[in-house]
């Protein structure tokens, strides 16, 4: 399995415009996750699903920020409209159904928004 | 809620000599606790794990760690460090809620000297 894969690795964009990050969790994982780390935070989960549903959005900051998973294997995160303090590494991770399996991460989005 | 501390945040170690790095954590139930490790501009593997069993655990890279529920501590060891081992590193919590909703500490970056 190619893990989790995410994309893109880098986004720079403008204040104002629309980010959308994309995440493929890995094959037969039920449960998928969004962080985000900073310097000054962390690493804060943002949002997590399972079975392709959203369980827990408390983490998720403003309403600027939406997540979806349409199915099993695809999730995006929204940023509309963006602003600079939303420049972070954003990471998404996948785990199976039982209580005792990891969390696999991809390798983040590095978004900056000038 | 859980919570995850780990006081220092740089450390630095001699290229050979032990190392030790501490998390202390919070959760009124079982835990479920996790190292893990971020290379510069990679995502985070998992070093490892404890659920329940034998409170000391193997790791990968030589890595061990040991959970004492009297103290609440889940501190990572390593006998001897090498240079490829410089890193940040990772301690988290879990919820035995099966959904794998990680609390992370903020993080103690690892630096070897020759």
């Known amino acids: 399995d190619a893990g989790v894969i995410q994309s893109p690795r880098h986004e720079v964009t403008e204040m104002g415009q629309e980010v959308t990050l994309r995440c493929k969790p890995i094959s037969g994982h039920n449960s998928l996750f969004w962080y985000r780390q900073t310097m000054m935070r962390g690493l804060e989960l943002l949002i997590y699903?399972?079975?392709?549903?959203?369980?827990?959005d408390s983490g998720m900051p403003e309403d600027r920020f939406s997540a979806k998973m349409p199915n099993a294997s695809f999730s995006t995160l929204k940023i509309q409209p963006s602003e600079p303090r939303d420049s972070a590494v954003y990471f998404c991770a996948s785990s199976g159904w039982e209580g005792n399996t990891e969390a696999f991460f991809g390798q983040g989005t590095r978004l900056t928004v000038v | 809620a859980q919570s995850v501390t780990q006081p220092d945040i740089h450390i630095t170690v001699s290229e050979g000599a032990s190392l030790e790095l501490r998390c202390n954590y919070s959760y009124g139930a079982t835990p479920y606790l996790f190292w893990y490790v971020q290379s510069p501009g990679q995502g985070l593997q998992l070093l490892l794990k404890y659920f329940s069993g034998d409170t000391l655990v193997q790791g990968i890279k030589g890595f061990e760690a040991e959970f004492k529920r009297s103290q609440s501590s889940f501190n990572l060891r390593k006998p001897s460090v090498h240079w490829s081992d410089a890193a940040e590193y990772f301690c988290?919590?879990?919820?035995?809620?099966?959904?794998?909703?990680?609390?992370f500490g903020t993080g103690t970056r690892l630096l070897v000297s020759p």
């Open positions: 988290a919590v879990g919820a035995d809620t099966g959904f794998q909703k990680l609390v």
């Open positions: 699903f399972n079975n392709n549903v959203p369980i827990d």
